[in-house]
T-cell receptor, first 113, second 110 residues
């Protein structure tokens, strides 16, 4: 149980384009999902908390207009990186919370050229 | 501010050589302490949740323990497939925000 999927697993795009990443909880409903970013040899950095049916809560320093989060249902949250630039290249990981813990997706590797 | 410190940053063990990873934390109102395993290029895999001092949980060669200030992840007779980065995280207060440590990179040599 407690499986979280993420799509796509990797994406390469040109600078200035937008990229959408989907996060789904497959076998449980999650009112709260989280989006993280991870740089090489560093731990997870929380970007935002996504609540079903309401606006996301962003961490300090994370641009709301750049990283658009939508949590339209209890099993789906999306992260859209708008007007991506090379400095947005990173490993993005989502997680969904059940009563026991946060369960993580497999991650999305984004490379902006 | 919640803080999580893991040590050592890296650990190299011979196959079968048991050891422990440490996670010390400073939080106000601990709700839960979590251990995850992360393989390169993948998302963290959930291992354990510990809620109160004195609690212990086991899974195969792994055993997690919790005190009021730290948690240990004991690895008994590790195998090469146990090689990974082990992350510790804490959840505190009334919010679901979790703070992660930087992790311990474990390498088990055959």
């Amino acid at each position: 149980g407690a499986v979280v999927s993420q799509h796509p697993s990797w994406v390469i795009c040109k600078s200035g384009t937008s990229v959408k990443i989907e996060c789904r909880s497959l076998d449980f409903q999650a009112t709260t999902m989280f989006w993280y970013r991870q740089f090489p040899k560093q731990s997870l950095m929380l970007m935002a908390t996504s609540n079903e049916g309401s606006k996301a809560t962003y961490e300090q320093g994370v641009e709301k207009d750049k990283f658009l989060i939508n949590h339209a249902s209890l099993t789906l949250s999306t992260l859209t990186v708008t007007s991506a630039h090379p400095e947005d290249s990173s490993f993005y990981i989502c997680s969904a919370r059940d009563v026991q813990a946060q369960y993580f997706g497999p991650g999305t590797r984004l490379l902006v050229l | 501010e919640d803080q999580v410190t893991q040590s050592p940053e890296a650990l190299r063990l011979q196959e079968g050589e048991s050891s422990s990873l440490n996670c010390s934390y400073t939080v106000s109102g601990l709700r839960g302490l979590f251990w995850y395993r992360q393989d390169p290029g993948k998302g963290p895999e959930f291992l354990f949740t510990l809620y109160s001092a004195g609690e212990e949980k086991e899974k195969e060669r792994l055993k997690a323990t919790l005190t009021k200030k730290e948690s240990f992840l004991h690895i008994t007779a590790p195998k090469p497939e146990d090689s990974a980065t082990y992350l510790c995280a804490v959840e505190a207060g009334g919010y679901q925000k979790v703070t992660f440590g930087i992790g311990t990179k474990l390498q088990v040599i055959p």
